[in-house]
């Protein structure tokens, strides 16, 4: 008996020790793809064992494994990864965030919500996405990247406004911008600033620090807006910041800094150039029979093409430079069990790649969150921030920098000997104004703008699952114009001003108070049938006040502020008030994940309408159904397969007066004596503009939602338009603000994004969207107005509709344009104008990509826009073939040539859609569809290329991460526009006027170095 048991116990050391020697020791580190922090915690199983341990709180772990065995790791929010062990003995494993966790939880209007529970039509953007975009403000990181959001910068001004069109235009005089809600606060968005630019506006959103935001999510149909009602037709955004967690305090430093240029230079003639073509002008008018003193432009201008030492000014290089561009900011947060913050000081400057202009923001935030008692949390939101915006007049303005140097005439210097300005009435260009460097350095343009965003609240639970808000937010904002137009300046001596200023201020304080109940309930077997409701109140009142002054008569340049003015021409000081009160309602029910229902009701009172029409009801619902959930689709690689519908109507009161219904009265003066006098006539039955929306959605997920994909199909009309009625003239006014017209919007909108390449060393996630949407205009009270020399609205046809005198062609025998006699009359002019086109894009979206590989991580996000538009008004000046606008005694055209004058017809037979060059107007015409181009583009919008040091490493120097990048905006674009740049609207948020360009300032296209540090 005592032999076999010591012969059992030989043989299981021996296969032991055999064991043991199969078996090796693996340590490594877990981190997370989301901050490339260590993860502790993480399950590390042998995979077909019970063998497993966990990390440590540094991530690491160690763990005995047999060849030919595979390691699993799972965590809570991320995607469970899988590693055959082979012979390594040292493991470094990236846990990517389970994308259905990632993307659980949204924001909606007073509240949060499961995504997979919503049945209304909601896109979101997350903070770090924007953080890592070298921009001024939020909305101009959100370009490219949510379905249905047509996001446009039509002026690269630092600090300019952008337009954002959520599903389309929806109005004609009023507003077509969503409405902004910062952490509960319903922002004043508009341009407050009442310093004339051209066709700029400022941004209010660009007091915000990008790097601030934590998520935004976008409220598209109806159903998901209607929470907010008389504010909800455009769309609205909710921005929410980022709050401190639970922990040790976490400082988080970031910065870069980088160079920026123009995307794109237009190509001018040399001066020996221009005057060859000038003479090619007389040479062609001679041919065709136009009497003329002479044969050449040396004998009328006294310059010859073929003197070597002609003067050849390079007017862009002139006024554009490569121009730096710097943000940095620290934040710092943490907290306890019971008070958690978040708080940061930052700093952004943008010089303009233009002479002259240039952006400045100082900002800082503060966000605290207190468990005061077990029933009840408080907290608060703080940001306050200081801008300054360097300006120069562009963008639709004849005395605009970038349209005189488009026009500049190269044979024209900078300065005179003698060091002055040099003037173009001294030269041969007629549409220069005045010398375009000395307005970007001595026209002193500024707005300053001081702006405070708080917003405190408090949060009882008053039982099981009811809960009670109240929250009080303020906006504040004050904001200063300064402008100065120097004696030196052709404007000043035209006006014989001897120089003049202007001084505004506008004052603007916005409150907010706001009260709701939230109840939630499960009830039923398992807990199937589950309610909430939202039941709240909501005041809100703004109160604005402007004062102006402007003077003359200033004793030199040096001395720019008014006070040293010899004459004040003009002061003024007004004021202006609103109010909203509103009451709102939401109850959502879920029964068993599988049947959804949301209906929401806001009644709003404002006091801009009229007493019959004070109070607007605004519905909306909505329902979802999650096949995905049924017995058959269980346990397949269908993980989401749910169908939404909705319905509902929201209002817009935004961009209209906010007396706009009262009877007004101005002061006169009569007999010398002061007198009020009637200035608006009264509408009692003035009501908002009502846009009703049918969405139709799918949600559609596989692989756990590896790949998920969205459609949207809807149907947006607006009804009540606000505009003017034209009355009787013996009323004593031309027209009434009345609620007339119809605007509608069909669209269908598509998203796919997804894990392409999830797990191993190399991963690659991607989002693509894409947008259809059909704007049209289907009543007006007089159809087809004509807006401007270029525009038409016309029912049938989109906002933003061309009305052109149309052309077709190039004759090849004679080389002049065939114009289109539309009357018939034999001659062409206004009266033979027709629509050519419109600014819609057939199509437009983007598309995003993540890539990583080890410790590098790289994002590259596209945009497009396909099919739009744009009148290239400039293109008139810099291809104006030699036409002389003051006859032919001496020929004045009206500047230098863009090459694409090269390509025009020279002799018969040439076929080519550029005319010939003539001193006459035979073929120019400034508002006709030769200047009508595709604006169409693909940008590569950016491009981020980081390093994340591994824990191991930046431990050594005492830091948490350590992360590197170069990233670069704007880098590529691909387009046929022939203008500086194709994202363009000199005319920046009147959709009615939309793609045009008169000197518009660019876009800009920047590299920047930067760093991300965590301690």
Same mark, same amino acid.
């Given at each position: 008996?005592?032999?076999?048991?010591? %012969? $059992?116990?030989?043989?299981?050391?021996? #296969? =032991?020790? +055999? !064991?043991?020697? &199969? /078996?090796?020791?693996?340590?490594? @580190?877990?981190?997370?793809?989301?901050?490339?922090?260590?993860?502790?915690?993480?399950?590390?199983?042998?995979?077909?064992?019970?063998?497993?341990? %966990? $990390?440590?709180?540094?991530?690491?772990? #160690? =763990?005995? +494994? !047999?060849?030919? &065995? /595979?390691?699993?790791?799972?965590? @809570?929010?991320?995607?469970?990864?899988?590693?055959?062990?082979?012979?390594?003995?040292?493991?470094?494993?990236?846990?990517?965030?389970?994308?259905?966790?990632?993307?659980?939880?949204?924001?909606?209007?007073?509240?949060?919500?499961?995504?997979?529970?919503?049945?209304?039509?909601?896109?979101?953007?997350?903070?770090?996405?924007?953080?890592?975009?070298?921009?001024?403000?939020?909305?101009?990181?959100?370009?490219?990247?949510?379905?249905?959001?047509?996001?446009?910068?039509?002026?690269?001004?630092?600090?300019?406004?952008?337009?954002?069109?959520?599903?389309?235009?929806?109005?004609?005089?009023?507003?077509?911008?969503?409405?902004?809600?910062?952490?509960?606060?319903?922002?004043?968005?508009?341009?407050?600033?009442?310093?004339?630019?051209?066709?700029?506006?400022?941004?209010?959103?660009?007091?915000?620090?990008?790097?601030?935001?934590?998520?935004?999510?976008?409220?598209?149909?109806?159903?998901?807006?209607?929470?907010?009602?008389?504010?909800?037709?455009?769309?609205?955004?909710?921005?929410?910041?980022?709050?401190?967690?639970?922990?040790?305090?976490?400082?988080?430093?970031?910065?870069?800094?980088?160079?920026?240029?123009?995307?794109?230079?237009?190509?001018?003639?040399?001066?020996?150039?221009?005057?060859?073509?000038?003479?090619?002008?007389?040479?062609?008018?001679?041919?065709?029979?136009?009497?003329?003193?002479?044969?050449?432009?040396?004998?009328?201008?006294?310059?010859?093409?073929?003197?070597?030492?002609?003067?050849?000014?390079?007017?862009?290089?002139?006024?554009?430079?490569?121009?730096?561009?710097?943000?940095?900011?620290?934040?710092?947060?943490?907290?306890?069990?019971?008070?958690?913050?978040?708080?940061?000081?930052?700093?952004?400057?943008?010089?303009?790649?233009?002479?002259?202009?240039?952006?400045?923001?100082?900002?800082?935030?503060?966000?605290?969150?207190?468990?005061?008692?077990?029933?009840?949390?408080?907290?608060?939101?703080?940001?306050?921030?200081?801008?300054?915006?360097?300006?120069?007049?562009?963008?639709?303005?004849?005395?605009?920098?970038?349209?005189?140097?488009?026009?500049?005439?190269?044979?024209?210097?900078?300065?005179?000997?003698?060091?002055?300005?040099?003037?173009?009435?001294?030269?041969?260009?007629?549409?220069?104004?005045?010398?375009?460097?000395?307005?970007?350095?001595?026209?002193?343009?500024?707005?300053?703008?001081?702006?405070?965003?708080?917003?405190?609240?408090?949060?009882?639970?008053?039982?099981?699952?009811?809960?009670?808000?109240?929250?009080?937010?303020?906006?504040?904002?004050?904001?200063?114009?300064?402008?100065?137009?120097?004696?030196?300046?052709?404007?000043?001596?035209?006006?014989?001003?001897?120089?003049?200023?202007?001084?505004?201020?506008?004052?603007?304080?916005?409150?907010?108070?706001?009260?709701?109940?939230?109840?939630?309930?499960?009830?039923?077997?398992?807990?199937?049938?589950?309610?909430?409701?939202?039941?709240?109140?909501?005041?809100?009142?703004?109160?604005?006040?402007?004062?102006?002054?402007?003077?003359?008569?200033?004793?030199?340049?040096?001395?720019?502020?008014?006070?040293?003015?010899?004459?004040?021409?003009?002061?003024?000081?007004?004021?202006?008030?609103?109010?909203?009160?509103?009451?709102?309602?939401?109850?959502?029910?879920?029964?068993?994940?599988?049947?959804?229902?949301?209906?929401?009701?806001?009644?709003?009172?404002?006091?801009?309408?009229?007493?019959?029409?004070?109070?607007?009801?605004?519905?909306?619902?909505?329902?979802?159904?999650?096949?995905?959930?049924?017995?058959?689709?269980?346990?397949?690689?269908?993980?989401?397969?749910?169908?939404?519908?909705?319905?509902?109507?929201?209002?817009?009161?935004?961009?209209?007066?906010?007396?706009?219904?009262?009877?007004?009265?101005?002061?006169?003066?009569?007999?010398?004596?002061?007198?009020?006098?009637?200035?608006?006539?009264?509408?009692?039955?003035?009501?908002?503009?009502?846009?009703?929306?049918?969405?139709?959605?799918?949600?559609?997920?596989?692989?756990?939602?590896?790949?998920?994909?969205?459609?949207?199909?809807?149907?947006?009309?607006?009804?009540?338009?606000?505009?003017?009625?034209?009355?009787?003239?013996?009323?004593?006014?031309?027209?009434?603000?009345?609620?007339?017209?119809?605007?509608?919007?069909?669209?269908?909108?598509?998203?796919?994004?997804?894990?392409?390449?999830?797990?191993?060393?190399?991963?690659?996630?991607?989002?693509?969207?894409?947008?259809?949407?059909?704007?049209?205009?289907?009543?007006?009270?007089?159809?087809?107005?004509?807006?401007?020399?270029?525009?038409?609205?016309?029912?049938?046809?989109?906002?933003?509709?061309?009305?052109?005198?149309?052309?077709?062609?190039?004759?090849?025998?004679?080389?002049?344009?065939?114009?289109?006699?539309?009357?018939?009359?034999?001659?062409?002019?206004?009266?033979?104008?027709?629509?050519?086109?419109?600014?819609?894009?057939?199509?437009?979206?983007?598309?995003?990509?993540?890539?990583?590989?080890?410790?590098?991580?790289?994002?590259?996000?596209?945009?497009?826009?396909?099919?739009?538009?744009?009148?290239?008004?400039?293109?008139?000046?810099?291809?104006?073939?030699?036409?002389?606008?003051?006859?032919?005694?001496?020929?004045?055209?009206?500047?230098?040539?863009?090459?694409?004058?090269?390509?025009?017809?020279?002799?018969?037979?040439?076929?080519?859609?550029?005319?010939?060059?003539?001193?006459?107007?035979?073929?120019?015409?400034?508002?006709?569809?030769?200047?009508?181009?595709?604006?169409?583009?693909?940008?590569?919008?950016?491009?981020?290329?980081?390093?994340?040091?591994?824990?191991?490493?930046?431990?050594?120097?005492?830091?948490?991460?350590?992360?590197?990048?170069?990233?670069?905006?704007?880098?590529?674009?691909?387009?046929?526009?022939?203008?500086?740049?194709?994202?363009?609207?000199?005319?920046?948020?009147?959709?009615?006027?939309?793609?045009?360009?008169?000197?518009?300032?660019?876009?800009?296209?920047?590299?920047?170095?930067?760093?991300?540090?965590?301690?």
């Amino acid at each position: 008996m005592m032999k076999r048991l010591l %012969v $059992t116990c030989v043989i299981l050391m021996i #296969s =032991i020790s +055999v !064991a043991m020697s &199969q /078996t090796t020791n693996v340590r490594g @580190v877990v981190t997370s793809s989301e901050d490339n922090l260590p993860l502790p915690g993480v399950n590390v199983l042998v995979k077909g064992t019970t063998s497993g341990t %966990v $990390t440590d709180l540094d991530g690491n772990f #160690s =763990i005995q +494994v !047999a060849q030919g &065995q /595979t390691l699993v790791f799972s965590f @809570v929010g991320y995607d469970t990864q899988e590693i055959l062990v082979g012979n390594q003995t040292n493991l470094n494993v990236l846990l990517m965030i389970d994308a259905r966790t990632m993307n659980e939880v949204v924001v909606v209007g007073y509240g949060t919500q499961s995504r997979r529970d919503l049945t209304g039509s909601v896109g979101s953007v997350r903070g770090e996405d924007i953080n890592r975009m070298p921009v001024a403000s939020v909305d101009n990181a959100l370009q490219g990247r949510a379905a249905g959001v047509f996001v446009q910068s039509p002026s690269g001004t630092p600090g300019a406004g952008i337009t954002m069109q959520i599903r389309g235009n929806t109005s004609l005089s009023a507003s077509s911008q969503p409405l902004y809600v910062i952490d509960g606060i319903p922002m004043i968005s508009e341009d407050l600033s009442g310093l004339f630019s051209g066709g700029q506006a400022t941004n209010s959103l660009a007091d915000i620090n990008p790097a601030d935001i934590e998520s935004i999510e976008i409220l598209k149909d109806a159903s998901a807006a209607a929470i907010y009602g008389s504010r909800g037709a455009n769309g609205v955004v909710l921005i929410t910041t980022k709050r401190g967690k639970s922990g040790d305090a976490k400082i988080d430093i970031n910065g870069f800094y980088g160079f920026q240029r123009i995307t794109n230079e237009i190509d001018m003639h040399s001066s020996s150039e221009f005057l060859s073509l000038m003479n090619d002008a007389i040479r062609q008018d001679l041919r065709a029979g136009v009497q003329l003193p002479y044969d050449n432009i040396t004998d009328v201008w006294g310059f010859s093409p073929d003197d070597p030492d002609l003067q050849n000014t390079r007017w862009f290089r002139e006024i554009f430079r490569d121009a730096p561009i710097q943000s940095y900011d620290v934040a710092i947060s943490g907290g306890n069990e019971k008070t958690q913050y978040y708080t940061s000081l930052a700093y952004f400057n943008q010089d303009g790649v233009q002479i002259g202009t240039g952006f400045e923001r100082v900002s800082a935030r503060l966000n605290v969150d207190t468990q005061a008692k077990k029933w009840l949390k408080v907290g608060t939101s703080m940001n306050l921030s200081r801008t300054v915006q360097d300006r120069t007049i562009n963008d639709n303005s004849l005395y605009g920098v970038v349209i005189n140097t488009l026009a500049g005439d190269p044979l024209m210097p900078v300065r005179e000997a003698d060091g002055s300005y040099a003037d173009p009435f001294d030269y041969f260009g007629w549409w220069m104004l005045d010398n375009p460097v000395l307005i970007a350095e001595n026209y002193h343009r500024f707005t300053r703008t001081v702006r405070g965003l708080a917003n405190t609240y408090a949060e009882a639970t008053l039982a099981p699952g009811l809960t009670l808000r109240s929250t009080l937010g303020i906006d504040y904002t004050y904001l200063e114009d300064e402008s100065y137009t120097p004696i030196i300046s052709r404007e000043s001596v035209n006006g014989n001003f001897n120089g003049f200023g202007t001084f505004g201020s506008t004052q603007d304080f916005t409150w907010i108070a706001e009260n709701y109940l939230n109840y939630t309930k499960s009830f039923g077997a398992d807990n199937r049938h589950n309610i909430s409701a939202l039941l709240g109140t909501s005041y809100q009142a703004s109160s604005r006040t402007f004062s102006s002054i402007s003077a003359q008569n200033f004793p030199s340049d040096q001395f720019t502020k008014l006070s040293v003015a010899g004459r004040v021409t003009s002061a003024s000081t007004s004021g202006t008030d609103w109010g909203l009160a509103s009451y709102f309602f939401r109850g959502n029910y879920n029964y068993a994940d599988k049947f959804l229902a949301t209906f929401t009701v806001r009644a709003d009172g404002s006091s801009r309408f009229g007493d019959n029409f004070r109070f607007g009801i605004f519905p909306s619902g909505s329902v979802a159904y999650r096949l995905s959930e049924e017995e058959f689709l269980r346990n397949t690689a269908v993980s989401d397969l749910k169908f939404r519908a909705s319905y509902g109507v929201v209002g817009n009161q935004d961009g209209i007066g906010n007396f706009a219904s009262r009877g007004l009265f101005g002061v006169s003066a009569y007999r010398l004596a002061p007198t009020l006098t009637p200035a608006q006539l009264s509408n009692a039955n003035l009501t908002w503009e009502s846009t009703e929306q049918w969405n139709m959605g799918i949600d559609f997920g596989v692989l756990n939602d590896r790949i998920t994909f969205t459609g949207d199909y809807f149907v947006k009309t607006t009804t009540d338009l606000l505009l003017n009625r034209p009355i009787p003239g013996i009323s004593g006014f031309s027209s009434v603000i009345d609620n007339i017209g119809k605007v509608e919007n069909r669209g269908l909108e598509l998203g796919i994004r997804g894990a392409i390449l999830a797990s191993g060393p190399f991963t690659w996630s991607s989002a693509f969207n894409i947008s259809w949407i059909r704007n049209k205009v289907l009543e007006l009270v007089i159809d087809e107005q004509v807006l401007s020399d270029s525009h038409i609205l016309a029912v049938g046809h989109p906002i933003g509709t061309f009305f052109l005198i149309d052309q077709e062609g190039v004759d090849p025998e004679t080389g002049n344009m065939r114009w289109v006699d539309l009357n018939g009359d034999g001659v062409i002019n206004s009266g033979d104008r027709r629509i050519v086109g419109n600014s819609q894009p057939d199509f437009f979206g983007g598309w995003d990509n993540n890539f990583r590989y080890k410790g590098f991580d790289l994002n590259v996000l596209f945009n497009f826009i396909v099919g739009n538009q744009i009148f290239n008004h400039s293109r008139a000046t810099y291809e104006n073939l030699g036409w002389s606008r003051l006859g032919l005694g001496f020929p004045l055209p009206d500047g230098n040539n863009h090459r694409l004058a090269d390509n025009r017809w020279m002799e018969p037979g040439d076929v080519t859609d550029i005319p010939r060059a003539s001193l006459t107007n035979v073929n120019w015409r400034e508002y006709s569809s030769r200047w009508l181009e595709d604006g169409s583009f693909l940008r590569l919008r950016m491009i981020n290329l980081g390093y994340n040091f591994t824990p191991q490493r930046v431990e050594r120097i005492g830091v948490r991460s350590l992360r590197v990048f170069v990233q670069a905006q704007n880098l590529l674009t691909w387009t046929r526009y022939t203008g500086l740049d194709p994202e363009v609207s000199q005319n920046a948020r009147d959709p009615r006027l939309a793609g045009s360009d008169f000197g518009t300032f660019p876009q800009t296209r920047s590299v920047s170095l930067g760093f991300n540090i965590g301690l």
